[in-house]
């Protein structure tokens, strides 16, 4: 029981710290084990065996390292689609003026911290230049954080020529981006019309494909989502004013489907002051918000009946949201209808797999990296258990560990 003492946050206030050595496997029992790929096993001991898991058997009498007999042990959760640096500045506003670099950097790392804490161990950020030093950081070991992915720039200017659209994205991969970032559609504060043409949409795709990237697609209308489609991305984000034809098509070309619906408008509105008057945070632009989260539950609904369609689990976490990822997945269960085992498995392998690293994390399994959490409750009959988080390992490193006060 010694290990339980450990508690909240000693990761961050004297580094990071392991329990085990490198010859002493950490052993977890798990009441309930959510493999992430729709098994579930009762009673199961976790190996973990330095940065990886050994094996996962059935947990007989053994002593093990951590005990969670009454609590729910899950993959690490991912989420897709955050802007990691995105927060509120000195002034308690979205907008930043005259922040320094190093506080920009900082705030960045302390959204980082609070993401890994709530359970999310790999987040993928779309993306601006702060988030590669971040990367950086974070993968030194030391600074608290999920795994972090990044687009680095995000191609927004429609008046690039063909050819000016390859050197963008052949300049994001220079510069260190593992996914490309386009936009295809307005924001949904300006209506979500087509922006790029069909030809820039696919010169960015082909490009990044022939460098061995994915590409993420902003694309509220029908139109950019076709687009994307056939320009061969990987993702289509919001896509909410897609129909039947539009998830019909994503599923007939296995491109993934990343809707947002239960935490980034109501994040904005929640904090609606702190946006109001910035570029197009007006009060059309929130109406455009408000009218959304009808439009998103009715089209995720829709969504939901496409069998075939990847439906993967991206926040578009901003400032505001970060810590809060799982909101998006319980509401997907509360309010969507989402079974709760489809949208977990939407946060983890599949999320996975949207990221190209399936052999890597999102599920549970021997040789699989040992990023995992426990929960207080079972997500499968109360989706809200993800918010409460008690310990999180990633990497077969402990981050949190409050199993002790419960
Ligand atoms: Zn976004």
Not at 171 to 183: H, P, Q, S
Request: charge should be neutral.
């Amino acid at each position: 029981m010694r290990h339980f003492a450990l508690g909240l946050v000693v990761a961050a206030v004297l580094g990071v710290t392991n329990v085990a050595t490198a010859q002493q496997a950490i052993t977890i029992r798990a009441g309930t084990l959510i493999d992430g790929k729709g098994g579930v096993q009762r009673n199961a001991v976790v190996v973990v065996d330095g940065k990886r898991i050994g094996r996962i058997g059935a947990g007989e009498s053994d002593h093990v390292t951590y005990d969670f007999a009454r609590l729910t042990v899950l993959p690490g959760l991912i989420d897709t689609h955050v802007h990691v640096g995105g927060h509120f500045g000195k002034d308690g506003r979205a907008s930043t003026p005259g922040e320094t670099p190093a506080e920009e950097a900082l705030y960045a790392a302390e959204n980082a911290y609070t993401i890994l804490m709530a359970g999310f161990t790999t987040v993928q950020s779309v993306g601006a230049p702060i988030d590669v030093p971040l990367r950086e950081a974070i993968a030194r070991g030391r600074l608290p954080g999920p795994r972090l992915l990044t687009s680095v720039y995000q191609l927004i200017d429609t008046r690039l020529t063909l050819d000016e659209v390859r050197q963008f994205v052949r300049k994001a991969v220079a510069d260190g981006a593992d996914v490309i970032k386009i936009f295809a559609s307005k924001s949904i504060r300006e209506g979500g019309g087509q922006t790029l043409s069909d030809d820039q949409v696919l010169a960015a795709c082909s490009e990044a494909k022939a460098l061995g990237k994915r590409v993420w697609v902003h694309a509220h209308a029908p139109s950019a989502v076709r687009a994307a489609v056939f320009g061969g991305c990987t993702t289509v984000a919001h896509g909410s004013q897609i129909s039947d034809a539009e998830a019909d098509l994503m599923a007939e070309h296995g491109v993934f489907f990343e809707p947002q619906t239960g935490l980034l408008l109501q994040n904005y509105l929640e904090n609606k002051a702190r946006f109001l008057g910035i570029g197009n945070y007006n009060e059309a632009g929130f109406k455009f918000m408000e009218d959304g989260i009808a439009l998103n539950d009715a089209m995720f609904k829709m969504a939901i009946r496409h069998k075939g369609l990847k439906i993967n689990m991206g926040t578009d976490a901003v400032a505001g949201a970060h810590g809060q990822n799982a909101r998006e997945i319980i509401y997907r269960v509360q309010k969507g209808g989402q079974p709760a085992m489809d949208a977990i498995v939407g946060a983890t392998s599949l999320n996975a797999e949207a990221l190209g690293l399936q052999s890597e994390i999102g599920s549970l399994a021997p040789g699989m990296a040992a990023d995992l959490i426990a929960v207080d409750g079972d997500p499968l009959t109360d989706i809200t258990a993800l918010q409460r988080i008690v310990f999180v390992m990633k990497g077969g490193q402990v981050y949190r560990n409050t199993a002790a006060a419960k």
